[in-house]
C-alpha cells in the first residue's frame, strides 16, 4: 500500500516562497495522479493541484494558478509544489494524495 509523507511547510512572509515535498513508499508516484490539496482553519479541504500519469498538471483557478507549480520527480518518487507570491490566505495545512491515501499534512503559515 501507498504511503505518503509530506515536508517543506513553515513560516513564510507574505510574497515569499516555499516548495513542499510529498515523498511516496509503496507505489511508484508515476503510476497515478498525485494531488495536492489544502484546509485552513474552519473551512473544508479544498483542491489545489494535481498531476497525472502522462504529466498534465492541473490547477485551481483564480486561487493558485500561475503562483502555484506542480511537478515530479520519478527518480526520488517524490512531487512537490512550488508556492510563489504567496498571500495570507494560502495558510492551512497542505495534504498530497493518491489512490484514496492521505499525507499526515505539512503546515504552511503566512505572515502579512
Known amino acids: 500500500q501507498v504511503q505518503l509523507v509530506e515536508s517543506g511547510g513553515g513560516l513564510v512572509q507574505a510574497g515569499g516562497s516555499l516548495t513542499l515535498s510529498c515523498a511516496a513508499s509503496g507505489r511508484t508516484v508515476s503510476s497515478w495522479a498525485v494531488g495536492w490539496y489544502r484546509q485552513a482553519p474552519g473551512k473544508d479541504r479544498e483542491f489545489v493541484a494535481s498531476?497525472?500519469?502522462?504529466?498534465?498538471?492541473?490547477y485551481a483557478e483564480d486561487s493558485v494558478k500561475g503562483r502555484f507549480t506542480i511537478s515530479r520527480d520519478n527518480a526520488k518518487n517524490t512531487v512537490y509544489l512550488q508556492m510563489n507570491s504567496l498571500l495570507f490566505e494560502d495558510t492551512a495545512i497542505y495534504y498530497c494524495n493518491t489512490q484514496d491515501v492521505w499525507g499526515q499534512g505539512t503546515q504552511v503559515t503566512v505572515s502579512s
Open positions: 498531476i497525472t500519469r502522462s504529466g498534465t498538471r492541473i
